[in-house]
């Protein structure tokens, strides 16, 4: 006898409708419905307040494809969970717009628009968006709420135009948020409560302009040409442990590990030579330098290293890439490629990130082989944020001159079908559901539209009537 004809089968790709015996029992096996968080966020320049440039997440940059482009001229997108903060810099007293956008599609929740003269960019922590603006001769920290973009309240400062990205830190133990930010000149710690700020203290120095605070130990490092500072996180207590024959503009921003309790300075010393120098950190008070190195690997002053996993130290210069033992500042090993100069590079877990004029490129950690190269990158030149992107669960912001607008790109893996298989009393149909991703879907003739990650596509299940046939 012939088998009766079977049903068209819907041609929408990953979702299948099979026939299947009848069965007595509810079967479910699936991964999760709803995305879990990303394990380690990025919510700091150079992914925290120690300025590591290292990530724990796993992104394989082969598995990449884009997701989503920002509007043109946003900057410096931190992320935490699923929503990505940026900054749109006016610059002289512009339109400046500070967006939340989602992770998943670039949609954007809100966004708070004002005109200042050169505000810095957003940092995010605490539940807070935090950045300096200035109206007039009025200098103030705007503190946004983080979920809606509505102003919660405004903080005076002494801080004016062109300051840095604040750095937030949250008090482990208490909860308490502090928020250090500094303009070249001045240095001020705020405390951030939930309807009101106060001024704890005030620091002067030649911090060079480009040099964000760094959290290490106890203690928050700056460093401008020449002339190197540590101050007390709660007290404001000097300590200017490097007084050079330089100063002037320029900066950096110090990278601190602190698992070893050692920070590194990418700066002018003592001359216009720019050197990466090693220190112990003890104390605020007990900061000793351990070594320090010049040359093609150490590159232009202003740029920061990343801190790898064992502590090796990866340095960008000209025309080649450092790997440099933590303890010696030996070179273990080495990337020769035309770089760009005032590079910072980033780590994920076992990918180096770094970029030239053009591309933002890939290397396999382990063998420092190229694994993947992406158009668009910072180029040359950047200023205070010179590193190559936020790199988090399964995705790589990229920041940079994309097809000649600054901005940034989300590119996201594409994940593998996650299998639904539900096997219902009295019925005889399996459904099979996996996530669309980022996955182009087409249906016969009509446009192909990319869908959101993480979003489910749900079929309805087809009900087999009570003379239904099975083969």
């Given amino acids: 006898m012939t088998s009766p004809e079977r049903p068209t089968p819907n041609i929408t790709r990953n979702c299948y409708y099979l026939r299947f015996p009848t069965f007595l029992l509810l079967v479910l096996l699936s991964t999760s419905f709803v995305k879990i968080a990303a394990g380690d966020d990025w919510p700091a320049y ?22 989503w482009r920002s509007p043109h001229g946003y900057s410096t997108p931190l992320v935490v969970g699923n929503t990505v903060y940026a900054t749109k810099n006016g610059g002289a007293n512009g339109p400046v717009t500070f967006s939340s956008f989602d992770l998943s599609n670039g949609a954007i929740n809100w966004s708070y628009t004002g005109t200042f003269d050169w505000p810095s960019q957003a940092a995010v922590g605490g539940g807070f968006v935090v950045f300096q603006g200035t109206i007039g001769n009025t200098n103030s ?152 190195r010049t040359g093609a690997g150490v590159g232009a002053p202003g740029a920061s290293v990343a801190i790898g996993p064992n502590g090796d130290v990866y340095s960008a210069g000209y025309g080649v890439i450092w790997e440099l033992d933590p303890t010696t500042g030996v070179t273990l090993r080495s990337i020769s490629g035309d770089f760009a100069s005032g590079m910072t590079p980033a780590l994920s877990n076992g990918v180096l990130w770094v970029y030239t004029e053009f591309q933002t490129l890939a290397y396999d950690l382990p063998t420092l082989q190229l694994l993947h190269a992406f158009n668009g990158t910072r180029g040359s030149g950047n200023g205070p944020y010179d590193g190559p992107g936020d790199l988090i669960d399964g995705h790589f912001l990229l920041t940079g001159n994309l097809d000649g607008f600054a901005g940034f790109d989300v590119y996201a893996a594409v994940p593998e079908p996650a299998v639904v298989l539900l096997v219902v009393l009295g019925l005889s149909t399996i459904l099979i559901l996996v996530p669309r991703g980022n996955r182009r879907t087409c249906r016969g003739d009509d446009e192909c539209s990319g869908l959101p990650v993480d979003k489910f596509v749900y079929f309805g299940l087809l009900l087999p009537d009570e003379t239904s046939h099975t083969d």
């Fill in 46 to 67: 150079q992914h925290d307040t120690a300025h590591t440039g290292r990530s724990s997440v796993v992104v394989d940059p082969t598995a990449l494809s884009l997701a």
């Fill in 141 to 292: 920290l705007y503190v946004l709420d983080a979920s809606t973009g509505l102003l919660r309240y405004t903080v005076p400062v002494k801080e004016g135009p062109l300051s840095l990205m604040p750095t937030i830190v949250q008090n482990p133990a208490t909860g308490a948020l502090t928020a250090y930010v500094d303009d070249g000149l001045y240095l001020i710690a705020i405390f951030l409560r939930s309807t009101s700020g106060s001024v704890i203290w005030t620091r002067i120095g030649s911090f060079g302009g480009s040099s964000m605070p760094t959290i290490v130990g106890k203690s928050v490092v700056l460093a401008g040409p020449g002339q190197y500072y540590a101050f007390d996180q709660t007290t404001g207590a000097e300590n200017h442990f490097h007084n050079g024959n330089i100063s002037g503009g320029g900066g950096t921003t110090v990278a601190y590990d602190a698992t070893r309790r050692e920070f590194y300075v990418k700066e002018d010393y003592n001359d216009p030579t720019s050197t990466l120098s090693a220190y112990r950190y003890t104390d605020n008070n007990h900061i000793m330098l351990l070594w320090q």
